[in-house]
Structure formats: C-alpha cells, structure tokens
C-alpha cells in the first residue's frame, strides 16, 4: 500500500485534481490529496499527499508559497490573466524604474479583493460560475502578507518576471492586476510557476512522465514534511502504548508550547506532538492504516 508525499511538478493545463486523478491510477490507492491548487495555467510545485499521509495535508495548506510570476503591463482581462477576456489595454507604459519604485506599496501585511473568477463560494456557488454567467458581486478584502517581491528581470518591452513569497490565500494575478492599477496603466497575470510549497521546492519536484516509470519509488516518507521539528524518540515500549491509545507522555527537558516528531524506538514515524505542562499531547497521528 503507497503512502508518503509525492512532489509533483505540475504541468500546464492540467488541474491540481487532474494530478490526483493521474496519480491514483498509476499508484493504485484512493487517499490522494494535494497541498495547495494550482490554476491550470500554473507550473511547479505540487505536493501530493498518498495512504496514511493525506492525514497531513491540512498543515500543508497553511504553508507560505513562493512564486515567479510572469506581469504583463498596460493589458487588463476580466481573469486577470492572459486566458481572459481583455477590458482594456494601454500604449503607455511605466519604465522599470516606476515598477520597482511602487512594489514596496504590495509588500508586508496587505489586503486583497479575492478575484470574481475564483472557486471561492457565496450562497453555495463558485464565484467564477458566476462570472461566467455575467455577474459580478461584491467581495470583502481578504487579509494576506508579501513577505518577498522583487523585479528578476525584464523579459520584454512590458513583460516584467516577479519573485513572490506570499501567505495562503494570495491571489498572484490579483496580485499582478493590482500592480498595474497602481502604476495606472493596467496589467495582468501571463505566467506562473511555483518555486516552493510546504516546504518543499523544486529541486524535489518530480514530472507525471517520472512517475509513471517508477511509482512507489519517489514517494518521500510522511514525517519529512515536518522536517523542521525536533525528533522525539520514545525511551520506552510503555511510552509507545500509551502514544498508541491516545494518552499524553509524561516528558522532561523539551522546550514548552514546542511541536516535535515522535518516533517508536525502532524508528517509526508515530506523531506530531506538541510539548504542554510537562507532557507530550498528540496534534496529528500518524500510526495505523
């Protein structure tokens, strides 16, 4: 039975659920889930969640992502994308200069009008159903934070790639309209590829083509998502039942309100496990089928 994380390099026009649909027919298991949706236009980074680790895909969809995004100045769409419908579309075009000179406006703590072409739900329908269908509704500004953005280089006379690192739930092609309304001459979204993604980048991504060929084989054990926590190794088989039955381990020494991974003494991934008044107490288990 497959289980672990499989990082996928997403290829264009496929949808993250297309990925998932692809991947449980060559891994023959139906627990998939991914950590992160990603536009059809979108390449890069897709962590895939296989079996007993798709118990982790809620702390992935938490993560901070980083992004190169490909701006096309002085044309606005209705997607804010290349994809769209154009509005309108400007001659006069801002220097690099102008460009870098208004980024520090979109940069830290910001709030975001969430576009109408979203999967985002009102009265139980999608928003972009909606947008197909002609309307148009008011959306609240959602609180989201850019924590890097920068200029990486001028790739012609209004097309513009931009390093991204953002929060969940930023919009890197509002991100890339709202630019353009800034510096008054519209833009929008013409590519995008995701450079890193729960933790995970692309020197770990894998293409479908790869998969095919050697399944099982790339999938990375569950516990190196949580990589960044401290391993715990429970000195006792009685440690490890009570882990198994659900109950709190007495600890000494771990740091308090820290998180840890917790492995049997043979090695086993068990948990991860936060460190409260003196006691190991479960977040996520990850032992059993």
């Not at 600890?251 to 068990?270: I, K, M, N, P, T």
Request: hydrophobic letters at 35%.
């Amino acid at each position: 039975m497959a289980n672990g994380i499989i990082i996928i390099d997403k290829p264009e026009e496929w949808t993250s659920m297309d990925v998932c649909a692809k991947l449980r027919g060559i891994l023959k298991e139906r627990r998939i889930g991914h950590g992160g949706t990603l536009d059809p236009m979108a390449t890069g980074v897709l962590p895939v969640f296989v079996g007993n680790a798709t118990k982790a895909v809620e702390f992935a969809e938490k993560g901070d992502k980083e992004y190169i995004a490909g701006l096309r100045l002085g044309l606005v769409t209705n997607t804010q994308d290349t994809t769209g419908e154009i509005l309108s579309e400007s001659a006069t075009i801002p220097d690099r200069a102008a460009l870098e000179a208004v980024l520090p406006r979109f940069t830290g703590p910001i709030a975001q009008i969430p576009p109408m072409f979203s999967a985002i739900k009102r009265d139980g329908k999608k928003l972009y159903e909606l947008a197909r269908a002609g309307k148009e509704i008011h959306r609240e500004p959602r609180p989201i934070t850019i924590y890097a953005l920068e200029v990486l280089e001028q790739t012609g006379e209004r097309d513009y790639l931009l390093r991204i690192r953002c929060s969940k739930g930023t919009y890197v092609r509002t991100l890339c309209h709202d630019i353009g309304e800034a510096l008054g001459c519209g833009g929008c979204m013409y590519s995008l590829r995701r450079t890193m993604a729960a933790g995970f980048t692309l020197s770990e991504a894998v293409k479908l083509e790869q998969v095919m060929e050697e399944k099982e084989a790339l999938l990375l054990p569950t516990d190196s998502f949580f990589r960044r926590y401290e391993a715990y190794i429970l000195p006792s088989p009685r440690q490890e039942k009570l882990c198994r039955n659900g109950n709190p381990i007495p600890v000494r020494d771990l740091a308090e309100g820290q998180l840890y991974r917790v492995y049997s003494q043979e090695g086993d991934f068990l948990c991860l496990s936060r460190q409260t008044n003196g006691q190991l107490v479960s977040v996520k288990n990850f032992f059993g089928g």
